[in-house]
């Protein structure tokens, strides 16, 4: 398959195609993404060779339009391989995830000249990026402490970012500050931060309990110079990159990545329960399992139609994206908690064990609660938008 034979522009794919590349993905993930988990479980880290596995076989660029290289997967299409991805192990998932989804944010406001030297290098594999926008002593968004003051033809940045994926192993940080001496989002800038810039401390932090072998950074800048020309956007814009170039595809794509992690769950308590005999009968013949097992099955598919739902709202540049964004990751993590817990229920004490493969699903599932906003930042976004339409609404 060739990465013309997916169009972007039209929302249609040839369907024989589609079926064909997401049986190709089902078998990645069924076979060498399978190995790969095992020994990132064992080494707790990522070996390059996977970046540049999922790079060759053009897993990286699914989402990113053909003219820049990439297949033009519709974002709703590309979901449907986003939850085969979701299946396999976190890391490899959050790789796919990530990468086909930041070139959007840097895009939307660069130049000709920005778009060749950060946009394409991300999507050809060539270069990475990492979200850069949580800090340690604020709240994510407009109460950013980090600031830049200006010189000339350079800004000059101070302060500290943490919890960033990807952030010791990158060539870019995508990094949100502030102009000194502003508040509220009108002083924010987008930043394309070089991460060999001078005034950087990198410090990888622990290992997490779940999503293991990603690298998290936390990151200190020291008057560390970024030049004018990598800025994206206005100053005072900074949040739009973040919010609706970025976090709001990725909360649409992380909730059908919880929908991926849930099914995986579900197929794994499935198998359990029609091998584990108990008393002479298999576990799914008792009803208290059989009743959990249907329970996770309406789980699954009510999140997934949820999320399909807000992401073709999203194409289509509907004004409901952000409440249903945010309501489609509230809804699938949510969903995830409950279909992970029964889960590792019908397996019994045996899945609490480290041998099996419900026990690394249960881990990695608990990152979902807070990746791209935890549920009380989603409920806020989706309480202010409803309350505020409703209010318009009424004053009519």
């Not at 999922?54 to 053909?66: E, K, T």
């Not at 649409?252 to 197929?267: D, F, N, P, T």
């Not at 576990?283 to 807000?310: G, K, M, P, V, Y």
């Not at 969903?335 to 064990?353: F, K, N, P, S």
């Amino acid at each position: 398959m060739t990465q013309n034979e997916l169009p972007t522009t039209t929302g249609v794919v040839d369907e024989t195609e589609f079926a064909a590349l997401k049986a190709e993905v089902a078998d990645y993930v069924a076979g060498p993404a399978e190995r790969w988990a095992q020994r990132i479980e064992r080494d707790a880290e990522v070996p390059d060779a996977v970046f540049a596995e999922l790079r060759d076989r053009g897993y990286l660029s699914l989402a990113a339009p053909v003219e820049y290289g990439g297949r033009g997967v519709p974002f709703s299409r590309y979901l449907e391989l986003m939850e085969l991805f979701s299946m396999s192990h976190a890391s490899i998932r959050m790789i796919v995830h990530v990468v086909n989804g930041i070139w959007r944010a840097i895009d939307q406001f660069a130049t000709d000249e920005q778009r060749k030297r950060f946009v394409l290098p991300v999507i050809a594999g060539e270069k990475r990026a990492a979200f850069t926008l949580t800090e340690p002593t604020a709240g994510t968004g407009a109460d950013l402490r980090c600031s830049v003051t200006r010189e000339g033809d350079t800004y000059f940045l101070s302060g500290e970012k943490h919890l960033i994926t990807f952030g010791v192993n990158c060539d870019w940080w995508l990094l949100f500050a502030r102009l000194a001496g502003t508040t509220g989002k009108d002083g924010t800038v987008a930043l394309m931060v070089d991460r060999d810039a001078a005034g950087v401390t990198v410090e990888e932090m622990a290992e997490t309990m779940g999503v293991r072998g990603t690298d998290h950074a936390h990151l200190t800048f020291d008057r560390t110079p970024v030049p004018v020309g990598n800025r994206l956007g206005e100053e005072g814009r900074g949040l739009e990159v973040a919010l609706g170039g970025f976090l709001q595809p990725s909360r649409i794509s992380v909730a059908m990545s919880c929908v991926g992690l849930a099914r995986r769950a579900h197929e794994l308590a499935m198998a359990h329960a029609l091998r584990r005999e108990t008393f002479g009968k298999k576990l799914a013949q008792r009803q208290a399992i059989s009743f959990a097992i249907a329970e996770n099955a309406a789980d699954i598919e009510a999140a997934r139609a949820l999320t399909l739902h807000a992401a073709r709202e999203w194409e289509a540049g509907s004004p409901q994206s952000a409440v249903l964004s945010s309501a489609s990751k509230l809804t699938a993590v949510d969903m995830l908690t409950r279909v992970t817990d029964r889960a590792l229920q019908i397996h019994g004490g045996i899945g609490y064990w480290s041998t099996s493969p419900i026990e690394r699903v249960y881990r990695d599932a608990r990152a979902q609660r807070f990746e791209e906003g935890t549920n009380e930042i989603q409920k806020t976004v989706i309480a202010r938008e409803v309350l505020r339409e409703f209010a318009e609404g009424s004053a009519e």
